[in-house]
């Protein structure tokens, strides 16, 4: 299912070093009320990286509110959600 994802702190890391290009919330497919949050590192032509939490291979939030609360403590500024 989720070949690579991104633990918090690994996160909390990029962030810090200012190498993280896109940020996107998107929904479970299936799902309008669940959501993930992905980064993407690099060029254009990279692919997102979702973040994982330390059980599951996907981290999974029930409302963007939880999402922009999360985003905030670990430093994001901003985010773009596709629905």
């Given at each position: 299912m989720i070949g690579e994802a991104i633990h918090d702190d690994t996160l909390k890391?990029?962030?810090?070093?200012?190498?993280?290009?896109?940020?996107?919330v998107g929904r479970v497919a299936g799902d309008d009320q669940q959501w993930t949050l992905s980064v993407r590192l690099g060029g254009p032509t990279a692919r997102l990286i979702p973040v994982r939490s330390r059980?599951?291979?996907l981290r999974i939030w029930k409302?963007?509110?939880a999402v922009a609360k999360y985003?905030?403590?670990v430093g994001?500024?901003?985010?773009?959600?596709e629905l």
């Open positions: 890391a990029l962030i810090s070093q200012h190498v993280i290009r896109d940020v996107v059980r599951e291979p409302s963007l509110k985003a905030d403590a994001l500024r901003g985010f773009v959600v």
